[in-house]
């Protein structure tokens, strides 16, 4: 394939238009709402206006990695509070609270994605994996202050502020405008990032000054299908950055998506091989669960496309589920239950399948109880945590749960044709494998053919 942007020069940093936050002299802790920083935390005495005064502090010296871990650092405590008791995991780290947060659907998606990016800022400041610009510390800052409007104003359970800021003082006045602006489209659409990286000089964009901006675009658009448009992001962005964890994970499930969608071991392979070297790195971390969780879908495509070696493809599959879900505590819902139903389809003894189904299932038994707890009436879970927990309920041979399960969710979620034939198809092998195919139709109702 031959990239739309071979003909583009990338112009060195030092060549383009600096990227600085607007000078101000007035400490933060003076322009932010009353509200906001007298907000503290007893059981840990964190007390945010410390943690501005501070970030203020080494901001102004330019220590930019400092910069960083303040900004994480201050959205991990609160986040830490936010989730209070119905946190399942008092010692998760940013990565595990962001997803207890985005799964009980506290945080919109494209607020989770910034959180995504921010945590990635923060983990190769603190493990030295690149060199650090000041315009890194101005995307942590943007999406710290992204982070507290929700907290103080749009959270449910939030103290609903007016505003973040003291009175006749804008949020953005605080930020650099057009960063700001293409970090807020990179979480929504990435469309406008998308045409920044498309008009006459590529290579200049600001949006190639982080490698923040680039991934959470290209991972909006990937969420839209829209795999050429982030295909021509992540090619410009990794010529920039091309040791970047998180891009590297995206060119990956990019060609993971067009392997699939073409029936293409080509691109399988393709995808495979960005994966690969990422699962060596050796962190466990909520980025590394991702690679995991790549790769292993990489394999049990290439089992169906490449059936000559389907079983040593189906055999890598489960060992790299298996492994993921380790390295995430276990409670990676998605990993583990790939992992137990690989197991079955391996033909492995079924306590192996049965002591995963049994943890997810729990596990998502709570998170429905916690929803429920959280605001009073009836929440139900995502499309996908719904079906993990029907298939959890399958491998336990819990016929009748596993299928009120499965028909709730295919029938709330009745647009979603493509994640139900993926869910039918999965569900089917499972029976067959347990040579328990006739419970088919009972299990899945009208669905049981929507596989083709």
């Known amino acids: 394939m031959t990239s739309t942007t071979d003909a583009v020069t990338l112009h060195p940093p030092e060549s383009r238009p600096a990227m600085v936050a607007p000078a101000t002299t007035t400490p933060l802790v003076e322009l932010f709402s009353p509200g906001v920083v007298a907000y503290r935390i007893a059981e840990s005495e964190f007390a945010l206006a410390d943690d501005l005064a501070r970030f203020d502090h080494v901001r102004a010296v330019g220590a930019i990695e400092a910069a960083i871990l303040y900004c994480t650092r201050i959205v991990e405590a609160m986040a830490r509070a936010a989730l209070g008791p119905t946190n399942p995991d ?45 315009v890194d510390a101005d995307a942590a800052f943007i999406i710290l202050v992204r982070w507290l409007h929700w907290s103080f104003c749009e959270a449910v359970y939030g103290p609903r502020l007016a505003s973040i800021m003291v009175p006749n003082q804008p949020a953005d006045a605080l930020l650099p405008r057009e960063l700001a602006r293409l970090v807020d489209d990179s979480a929504a659409t990435g469309e406008a990032v998308l045409a920044s990286l498309t008009g006459p000089d590529p290579g200049a964009s600001p949006a190639l000054l982080t490698p923040v901006i680039p991934a959470a675009a290209a991972e909006a658009l990937l969420a839209r299908d829209r795999w050429e448009a982030a295909h021509t992001i992540l ?84 060992f790299t589920y298996r492994e993921g879900w380790e390295q995430s505590r276990r409670t990676n819902g998605y990993l583990g239950i790939n992992a137990a139903t690989m197991a079955v389809l391996l033909g492995q003894p079924m306590e192996v399948a049965e002591e995963i189904a049994g943890l997810i299932r729990d596990r998502l038994s709570n998170l429905q109880d916690r929803l429920r707890a959280s605001s009073g009436v009836e929440r139900p879970l995502t499309y996908w945590d ?9 491998l336990l041979s819990n016929w009748g749960h596993a299928g009120e399960l499965y028909r709730d969710a295919f029938a709330r979620f009745a647009t979603r044709t493509r994640d139900i034939a993926e869910t039918v198809r999965q569900a089917r092998r499972v029976l067959d494998r347990l040579s328990r195919r006739e419970l088919a139709a009972g299990v899945l109702g009208r669905w049981a053919d929507a596989a083709g």
């Open 90 to 134: 008092a010692n998760a780290e940013l990565g595990g609270l962001l997803r207890e947060l985005f799964e009980t659907r506290q945080i919109p998606s494209s607020l989770n994605r910034l959180l995504a990016q921010l945590r990635t800022l923060g983990n190769d400041a603190r493990h030295a994996n690149r060199s650090m610009s000041s």
């Open 235 to 318: 090619d410009l962005a990794l010529r920039r950055f091309p040791r970047d964890l998180r891009l590297r994970q995206l060119i990956g499930l990019y060609w993971s998506r067009r392997g699939q969608s073409e029936e293409s071991v080509e691109h399988l392979h393709r995808a495979r091989k960005e994966l690969e070297p990422l699962r060596l790195r050796g962190r466990a971390s909520a980025a590394d669960e991702e690679t995991f969780g790549i790769l292993a879908g990489v394999y049990k495509r290439l089992a169906e496309l490449d059936p000559t070696n389907a079983a040593d493809w189906l055999r890598q599959c489960q």
């Open 386 to 394: 719904q079906v993990t927990w029907a298939e959890a309920e399958l």
